[in-house]
């Protein structure tokens, strides 16, 4: 075994008697994900494993697992397709998935600082199409962010959105209210999702439903056209502070070459009062569908 790059835990040779492994794809605190070959099949897939010292705590294992489920009840194009679970030798659980060619949205982020407003709109437009799909399953995403946004490339060259990480998702249904704390916030917003991209209610103290989604895809979406994210701060509760009750600085300040359309979508998806925002993804994606469709598309659907 190879020792893992930046990290404590070897490269295994195979995953319990089903995976040979190929390569590491990427590690953290949390899970390593590895491309191996699926023995029976020979398919070329990535699976995901919970980490040694993670593996040692119920709360982890017991998220890990609600990923796993979560992840195992959608089926759409722009969602990343889980294929198979179970649990090694050693105890730690894992699931396959189809293998991504390509790159997270952060990274386009990085080289770039911002993109043309015809991708930012392809980009969210597939997000929002994946986004409906969960949210139809009963499922809130809840750190909808662009480490999350994979940009897949297929074989031909073209490519497909797709969205990563349902570890923080939640049951509609079993939603949960957060405590008013600021330590408690620090805590709660490093659990529930990431603080840039938290919509007010996520810590407000309201019910957190699929239009928190849609706010954090706004601003996905702000940062694309911009290059910078709408509500910065240097501590966590003057973030917040900024989020519940200041506006971001205007679009069409920052670029003149976007549509007041665009602009438009923007600015509901970033509406404090949740009940003024876009109802459902449907409706966003209508919006962005008839905003791409003067352009045609470059992406796939």
């Known amino acids: 075994m190879e020792a893992t790059p930046g990290g404590s835990e070897p490269i295994p040779e195979r995953l319990g008697d089903r995976y040979r492994v190929v390569r590491l794809l990427g590690w953290g605190t949390c899970a390593s994900v590895y491309q191996c070959v699926q023995l029976d099949n020979h398919r070329t897939v990535a699976v995901k494993v919970l980490s040694r010292e993670m593996a040692t705590s119920k709360r982890w294992v017991s998220r890990f697992h609600r990923e796993i489920r979560m992840t195992a009840k959608l089926c759409h194009v722009n969602i990343c397709q889980a294929y198979d679970c179970g649990t090694l030798p050693d105890g730690r659980p894992y699931y396959s998935m189809e293998l991504l060619t390509g790159e997270p949205l952060s990274s386009l982020l990085s080289r770039h600082g911002s993109l043309p407003e015809r991708g930012a709109v392809a980009v969210a437009r597939q997000v929002a199409a994946g986004l409906g799909a969960a949210h139809r399953a009963g499922i809130v995403h809840r750190d909808i962010k662009p480490g999350n946004i994979f940009l897949h490339r297929r074989g031909d060259g073209r490519v497909v959105v797709k969205l990563l990480d349902f570890g923080l998702c939640k049951r509609i249904a079993e939603q949960e209210r957060l405590l008013g704390d600021s330590t408690q916030l620090t805590l709660a917003g490093m659990l529930v999702g990431t603080p840039f991209y938290l919509a007010p209610e996520q810590f407000n103290g309201s019910e957190v439903d699929t239009r ?9 979406l702000y940062e694309l056209l911009a290059g910078k994210l709408p509500f910065m701060a240097s501590n966590l509760p003057l973030l917040l502070l ?8 205007a679009l069409g300040t920052m670029r003149n070459d976007l549509s007041p359309e665009v602009i438009a979508v923007v600015e509901k998806s970033l509406r404090k009062n949740i009940e003024r925002r876009y109802a459902d993804a449907g409706e966003l994606l209508a919006d962005l569908s008839s905003i791409s469709a003067r352009w045609g598309e470059l992406f796939d659907d």
Not at 212 to 220: Q, R
Not at 242 to 249: D, F, L, Q, R
């Open 212 to 220: 928190s989604d849609l706010w954090a895809l706004g601003v996905v």
């Open 242 to 249: 900024k989020i519940a009750h200041e506006e971001p600085a």
